[in-house]
């Protein structure tokens, strides 16, 4: 059954000739038809257009009437840790007392916390617990979706995990991107035989992960007090040898050498960035790796934010992402991530709208297939209730405007 949907108030983020990305001044613009429908077929984006111009006879077609809502392409969400065991609100606690990050983590408390909840986590448990998070952030609009590994930092607990996410791709209508991120944390174990570990990753954990296919991309914490600069080039030369690309988590805590080893092993996307300066943002010129931003993580732990005007104004591209986790970003609403973009990193609404589609997708690998309205592309898209603007999305930052999720074409919601 083909959809056909009509009087769409604004058809956004559409092209005629699709892009990788959208850089520098360009993340300004972003373009739309006004009273418009769209056809959907066979999964893919069939055509589109303004109503004047709508199809006389379909055969076969479910009409879905817009009433005058905005139809956007599905939010690709491309850096989450959306596979863990448990929350970890009394850590929020000790933040809200003024203990910091790293202090939580030195006390056993952070990543090393939901390392052990997960150990002691069946892995059906784990995927009921992830099933309910995927259906969520459905609901809130995304379609695409990057989860990491990483609360396991054993050889089988990393396994457990990936194939959770596996599972969530096969059962779920999301397009899923799974990244092995055993490099998320020393664990207690190894906390005096720091190359112990980094020998563990290197010639158990990614044979395993590549024998098993389990894995698109795999990640390291390249940041200060988790691995250096020399530890991450191990580790992504070693994953190179099995064809699995980087995405770096970087410069989050410091300025920790994360974006140039990034760039150096062509990195896809390097994320967090919030110590971003001159040399960093001159290094990614031109690299064709993807700076990321998870403005929900430096919200939660009252954190700086990154030069974002700084790195657009350079003409970099910028996405962005949820970094839903339990410890530094427990939500996977990108409408929110949209409203801290332009709150609280002076972003414009154009810059935030085509920072989670078309460059979010661009970030996982799939700004073919995904991230705007372009033909031939995957039909994932929502319908919004009538609203005044665009610009009306992330600033009324709590309200629900989503009425319509379609993915892959057919109904969700």
Known sequence: MSILIVNIG??????????????????????????????????????YGPMNNKPVSLPAVEIIDAHGGYVLPSFCDSHTHLVYAGSR?????????????????????????????????????????????????????????????????????????????????EETPLTVKATFLGAHAIPALYRDDRDGYINLIVNEMLPAVAAEKLADYVDVFCDKGFFTISETDRILTAAARYGIKPKIHA???????????????????????????????????????????????????????????????????????????????????????????????????????????????YAMGISETHGSIAIGKVANVFITEMIPSYEYIPYAFTSNIIVKVILNGEVIK
């Open 89 to 169: 609100e009394i850590e929020y606690i000790d933040k809200i007392r003024g203990l910091s990050y790293e202090v939580i983590a030195q006390k056993g408390g952070g990543i090393l916390n939901s390392v052990k909840r997960l150990h002691e986590t069946s892995e059906e448990e784990l995927f009921s617990q992830s099933l309910k998070r995927a259906h969520e952030i459905i609901s809130f609009g995304t379609g695409a979706v990057e989860i990491k590994s990483g609360y396991g930092l054993t050889t089988d607990d990393e396994l457990k995990m990936l194939r959770v996410i596996r599972r969530l791709k």
């Open 10 to 47: 604004k058809l956004l983020q559409t092209e005629e000739r699709p892009v990788a990305f959208v850089a520098g001044k360009d993340m300004a613009h972003l373009k739309y038809i006004d009273d418009a429908w769209l056809l959907l077929e066979d999964g893919l984006i069939a055509g």
């Open 251 to 361: 410069n989050e805590l410091d300025f920790s050498g994360g974006i140039q080893v990034g760039v150096k092993h062509h990195a896809l996307s390097v994320d967090h960035l919030e110590f971003t300066g001159e040399e960093e943002i001159a290094q990614l010129l031109g690299s064709g790796t993807m700076p990321t931003l998870l403005p929900g993580a430096a919200f939660f732990l009252g954190m700086k934010n990154p030069p974002v005007r700084n790195m657009i104004d350079a003409g970099l591209p910028v996405a962005m992402a949820s970094d839903y986790n339990p410890g530094s970003s427990p939500s996977g609403n990108m409408k929110f991530v949209m409203s801290l973009g332009c709150i609280r990193m002076k972003m414009l609404p154009e810059e935030v709208i085509n920072a989670v589609t078309i460059n979010s997708a």
